[in-house]
């Protein structure tokens, strides 16, 4: 497949255990921050959203989490599986007439069988 | 139902060539938006078109553009290529002003 990136953060976890993966940005306009999956040979896939106005979002196995007093979103996931194992971005949206989206550096999980 | 098609999949060109890469969005979804990806740079925002109107441009110089058509339809150009312009170039579309994009599987281009 095709590399995503080649100097990426690396988070490495056991199959079943628990994953949370940071991320920083940097707009305080930002109406929605997105959480995106990317596997090798692939586009970036919507896993969840949170709108600006609320700080915790849940969904099947993944929970989003937002503070916008240090300006830091996190994605928890729970009972990671091989799966799951992909880069993922946080991505944060604005509106400037039409909508921008500015993506983050990105994070390489690894899930150990 | 279909998803977002790029084509092509692959595409090698020589520096100073020009490039039309093409984006069909999914079916009813008409804002259509590129990015540009590198192992540097990650994944940066180009444009994002709704209606046949470009609504919002990144930060790239003026050699890259893009149209989109009555269908939704987008294509984007980049003309006099460079060597950092080699990427993976991403398309992504969503119905009216959702956030949740769908993205294509991208056309790798490499320039020599």
């Known amino acids: 497949g095709e590399s995503v990136g080649l100097h990426l953060p690396t988070l490495s976890v056991q199959e079943g255990d628990n994953s949370i993966i940071n991320c920083a940005y940097s707009?305080?306009?930002?109406?929605?921050f997105i959480w995106y999956k990317q596997e090798s040979g692939k586009g970036p896939q919507f896993i969840i959203d949170i709108r600006s106005n609320m700080d915790k979002r849940q969904g099947q196995r993944v929970t989003v989490l937002l503070n916008k007093t240090v300006k830091h979103l996190s994605l928890q996931i729970a009972a990671t599986q091989p799966g799951d194992s992909a880069v993922y971005f946080c991505a944060e949206n604005f509106h400037t007439g039409g909508f921008k989206t500015i993506f983050g550096a990105g994070t390489r999980l690894f899930v150990k069988a | 139902k279909a998803g977002v098609t790029q084509t092509p999949r692959y595409l090698i060109k020589t520096r100073g060539q020009q490039v039309t890469l093409s984006c069909s969005p999914i079916?009813?979804?008409?804002?259509v938006s590129w990015y540009q990806q590198t192992p540097g740079q990650g994944l940066q925002f180009l444009f994002e078109?709704?209606?046949?109107?470009?609504?919002n441009k990144g930060n790239f110089p003026g050699r890259f553009s893009g149209r989109q058509f009555s269908n939704s339809r987008s294509e984007m150009n980049v003309s006099t290529l460079e060597l950092g312009d080699s990427a993976l170039y991403l398309c992504a579309s969503s119905f009216f002003e959702s956030y949740e994009q769908y993205f294509g599987p991208g056309t790798r281009l490499t320039v020599t």
């Open positions: 079916s009813g979804h008409r804002s």
């Open positions: 078109y709704f209606s046949e109107t470009q609504r």
């Open positions: 707009n305080s306009a930002s109406d929605y």
